[in-house]
């Protein structure tokens, strides 16, 4: 159905009542009520005879109901008590005692009903809405298309904030990609030969049936070497969506949770929080209380309000808080009916490690231990677990076994009032390295770690990461394992820590201010210590933002200050003046830069002078980057005393599959191809400068998968031969999925027919499928978008046979405008005689 035809609808009524005498309402309370049968319902009624003209013959019994939409079939984004559940298809029908609306069984399960009592439903395309859930209340919005319902709290099932159901995860459609990054560089030094570089990075990739596989890869050529192809992984992936799970088969890597990360080659089950809604990912706590009548409850972190719900009497949870990144604790209010309240405090910080109670994640790998530089490489099992135990209690632990070698780790965290803890400990055994190394025949060695986050509220202060980690002489990591093994190494692995300490501390002064402290300490059994920290000062002001920041780093005994001052001014019209100094060691330096950003064109120009004690130089350069619909373009030039360099980019995806071929010019892991036949010029929502090509087609990327991504189409840079049926699509894809969204379209000029026999105003216009194209206006005329003579038309005004007839279309011919009016519109005069037309 067009989506403009509830409005014309709406329109033609409203010409019509030229006076109140024509209108009248009953109601037995004189209350008015939009929907179901929990409200009284208001009764329009409508006297025909004060109309004139053909208008006496209009049917309006339809408009008597208040749901004023024609019978059909539409395309609706339904919300549930304001909340949008997805976009369905929504079946308009007529019905003794008013409209009937009715859905599929399958869009009535995706709604958060509680099951109608009954049943017998199965199988129906077509489900009265109504008749199964007398107790909800629904009004069509057709001016946005939105079908609404207003549901009673107790007929809703719980559901988790921000959920989608895995039935609506898409796998999307077969295709295969390249997002590919080039770039050649030239340098021209005097006195020297120039270089020249070329680099090509490679993300391909196959979807065929949920699976998908991924290669990774690079090419180089530099001036005077053999160009190298260098494989950085290929591997097979598919979603295990019941465990809410990844499995990987092929060349990956393990996350670096509780141990080292682990290249390998092999198979890996491990879970994904993107599978998880927002309300169930880090950690949050549970939210426990009893209400003594029908209550509010209000959760506040700081001044905000992060949570308010309706609980009734007894006892209630809350599970379904956001997690967030402010270690702030929660204050909990419950407001009973008469207005009394109570609150309590419930410590919130958090450190990765923590999860929320009852959740659980997991990761399982068997492997081959993978290094390109090494021949005898490792088998390995490693498997580690974790698990929410309580509101403050998470419990971990993880194991590795390899050939000569086992590690197990075991560790808690647990959230305060003085803030957030996680302690575990790493144990570790290598079998047969004496020989190899001068290491112990089996060395045993341990390595504990402790991490700490906290928020000072008196004084805003935030200690937002302390780590802290020792390591035993004789603790080895599996990557260390690894080349000890290898044939030819003759002593112990370089860079052993024997403890590290991270710190990150931030606090906030009035004005807005923020100060921070930063700092890694690192010691190692088999080399100098090294030590790195810097403090600094930031502060944003009406004219731009100045920072400062002052650092230390010492390696091996010897170490290096640095300064540093930023200074950054927006000037208006998408420009942006940064300035930055810095002093380090005996080396100074200085920039100005330019730049600038107009929506499909950044640039940008600066200019650079650096000294130290014994030379300088000055250096000048700019930069200029276009973005297309298809590419990402870009071109830098830089000089200085005595050299030059060029270099030029474009990056880019290329997506194959049973539509053709897509380019875009964005580069995300989910994709979307969209088609809109004839819609050339549309921009996609979002993507400002993505618009379709002249087949109508066109991709963008970076859809956030297991989520629902609204992806809407722009129509005001089409031709005007060309209209949009409906400009929105909602989809929740799976992670690496290709989605395939269709957008339906009106291809042909707008003709203006005018119907020269009788026919009441308001008629609907309908083509022998079924679908009502335009309403007959004033003077019996419609506009129709794409008319065809060969094509079956029909008037109808009312459910009787003998209100409607066969519309015939004469000859085209063109209208001639008046002076200054838009251009010629086709004229086409139509006749209208009893009788049908039949579909096809």
Known sequence: MRRHEGLSVLIALGLSLVTDAGLSARADDGSR?????????????????????SLQGMDLTRFEQGMTIPPGRYELDVLVNGQAFGRETVTIGEDPEGTR???????????????????????????????????????????????????????????????VPAEAWQDGINGAFVRYNSNAFRGER?????????RLGINAGVNLGGWQLRHNASLDDASGETAHYHVTNTYLRHDVTPWQADLVIGEYQTSGMGFESIPFTGVQLASDDAMLPPSRRGYAPVVRGTARTNARVTVRQGEDVIYETSVTPGPFAIDDLYATNVADDLEVTITEADGSERAFVLPYT??????????????????????????????????EYRRGVSNRLTLYSGAILAEDYMAGLAGGAVSTLLGAFALDATMTRANHLEALSGEPESPRGESFRVSYNTRFDPTDTELSVVNYRFSSQHYLSLSDVALLRDDGTTSSPRDRERQRLEVNLTQTLAGGTRLFASGISADYWDREDATTYQVGVSRGFSWGTLSATAGRSETEGDYTNEFY?????PLGGHLQLTSNLAHRGDHRSGQLNLSGDSGALNYGVYVNHSRDDR???????????????????????????????YSASADGTAIAYAGGLVLTRDQGETMAVIEAPGAKGAAISQHDQVLLDGR???????????????????????????????NARRVAPRRGAIVRLTYDTLVGAPTLVRVTTPAPFGAQLIDADGDVLAV????????????????????????????????????????????????RVAQRQATCLPGDVSSG
């Open 33 to 53: 009520v939009t929907g179901g049968a929990s409200e009284r319902r208001v009764e329009y009624a409508f006297n025909a005879k004060l109309l004139k003209g």
């Open 101 to 163: 609306l009715c859905l599929s069984l399958d869009a009535i399960k995706r709604l958060p009903l509680k099951p109608a009592a009954g049943g017998g439903d199965s199988g129906r395309e077509c489900v009265d809405l109504a008749a199964r859930y007398p107790y909800v209340d629904s009004s069509i919005d057709s001016a946005n298309m939105r079908l609404e319902l207003s549901v009673p709290q107790a007929y809703l099932r719980h559901r988790v904030r921000g959920k």
């Open 190 to 198: 005097d006195g020297q030969e120039s270089r020249e570089d070329y």
């Open 350 to 383: 958090s450190v990765a490690q923590l999860l929320r109670p009852g959740a659980h994640r997991f990761h399982l790998t068997l492997g081959e231990y993978r290094d390109d530089g090494l021949v005898d490489l490792p088998r390995f099992v490693q498997a």
């Open 565 to 569: 001052l930023n200074l950054s001014v």
């Open 615 to 645: 030379s300088h130089d000055s250096s000048y350069g700019g930069n200029l980057g276009m973005d297309t619909s298809r590419v990402r373009l870009g071109l830098n030039l830089s000089a200085g005393d005595d050299y030059r360099s």
């Open 696 to 726: 109508g087609k066109g991709a963008i990327s970076g859809l956030t998968p297991y989520r629902y991504n609204r992806v809407a189409l722009d129509p005001s840079g089409m031709t005007d031969g060309v209209e949009l049926k409906g």
């Open 776 to 823: 007959l206006g004033q003077g019996r005329m419609a506009v129709v978008r794409g008319i065809d003579a060969h094509r079956g038309y029909q008037l109808r005004w009312g459910p009787s046979p003998r209100e409607r007839c066969r519309l015939t279309l004469e000859p085209q011919r063109e209208a001639t405008p008046h002076q200054g009016a838009a251009p």
